[in-house]
Every structure is written in C-alpha cells, then in structure tokens.
C-alpha cells in the first residue's frame, strides 16, 4: 500500500507532539524557576519540601509520571482527560530537570555582580531581577535547548495514555498497512528532522554565548 497516504495521519500526530512539546516546555521552565529559587531559598521550610519535588521529579520515569497522573489521581477525585493527563505529566518532569539548570545557571553569576550592586545601593529584589536573574538565564539557555528537545522526544510516552500524538499514529497506520518497518522509519525521520536541526541550533547558541561572555 502506498505510505503516501498515511503521510497525513502521521502529521496530525506530529502536530499534537508539537503542541504538547510547547505546553510542557513554556510551563514546565515557568515552574522550574519557582522550583530553583525554593531550592535557593535560605528559608528551611521552603527550601527542603521544594528539594523533595525536585529529586522525585527527576527521580521518576516520565511513563510513570503519566501513569499516575492519568490512572492514579482519578482515585482521589481528580481526573483529566488524556492530552491533559500528558501535558500535566511532562510539564511536570520539564520543571523538576529545567530547575536545576536554572539554578545552577543562577549560582553560576560570579558575587562581585551582587557585592557591586550593594555598594551601589540597589536593593535586594532589584539586583536579583535585573543583574543576577538575567544574566543567570543566560547561563541556562544551552541547557535548557537541548532539555526542549528532549521534551519533544519524550512526548512519544503520550501514546501510553491514548493521546494521539506521532507515535501512535505510525502505530495505528502500521497496524493496518503492516509495513512497521517503513512506517516507523518515517516517524524517526520526522523526529529527527526536527530535532537534529534544534541541537545544531543549541550548539551554535552555545558558542554564541561563550563568546559574549569570553
């Protein structure tokens, strides 16, 4: 059977991909900041719970993540549908990985930038925001790229929960022509056409970025 044909079920699911990549991206880092700055916090009581979400978040498969989130908390009254069940579960995983990378892009600002900004007299909220926080994400941009791509990899588990994202369109399509192995050679090229170019993106962001700072 001609593969051409499936060629648009395959973008349908590519385009869900797409959508949950951004979702879990954009919130995912959003958090992730707030996840940093607990863990950054001087605060004990907000410093170590923040740290527990943290490492478990890291700590836990992605798949297991939209396990519980989409079979696990219908039990304690909460339920989703299964494109939310997945945002909310990658988004999850995006913000506990994303806040170590923040964080460590934030740490890595040398303290003269802040000793300076106190002999200049600026307070505390506004050195944090308009030196070190600016300057700290720059540090975490590399990072975070190839974090994104990894998200929109990743966003292949949503076919665990049903959600009709690439992944389980080439399943559904090759369940009917049987062709998997020309199907699923599609679908890997569509991720790699994608994804090859973010990372030499990445890695030409990084350089860029090496020079501003040298």
């Known amino acids: 059977m001609d593969l051409v044909q ?41 410093k170590w719970p923040t740290l527990v979400i943290v490492e478990v978040g890291r700590g836990i498969p992605s798949l297991v993540v939209l396990y519980v989130v989409y079979y696990g908390l219908p039990s304690v009254g909460l339920l989703f549908d299964n494109f939310a069940a997945a945002a909310i ?23 003269g930038q802040n000793e300076a900004a106190m002999a200049l007299g600026l307070p505390q909220t506004s050195t944090f925001t308009r030196i070190i926080l600016p300057q700290g994400l720059r540090s ?8 994104a791509i990894q998200s929109f990899q990743g966003t292949s588990l949503a076919y665990s929960i049903s959600v009709s994202e690439l992944m389980s369109n080439a399943y559904q399509s090759s369940s009917i022509t049987f062709q998997y192995l ?12 994608i994804a090859v170019p973010s990372t030499w993106t990445s ?7 090496a020079k501003g700072f040298a």
């Open 140 to 147: 975490s941009i590399p990072a975070l790229m190839g974090l």
């Open 182 to 193: 020309q199907i699923y050679a599609i679908t890997g090229l569509v991720f790699a056409v």
């Open 203 to 209: 890695v030409w962001v990084e350089r860029r970025l």
């Open 6 to 46: 499936y060629l648009p079920q395959l973008c349908q699911g590519l385009l869900v991909s797409l959508q949950l990549t951004v979702i879990s991206v954009g919130f995912g880092y959003a958090v992730g900041l707030l996840l940093a700055l607990g863990v950054s916090s001087q605060l004990s009581w907000l």
């Open 89 to 111: 579960g990658l988004t999850f995983t995006v913000a506990a990985y994303s806040s170590e990378m923040l964080r460590a892009g934030i740490q890595s600002v040398h303290r």
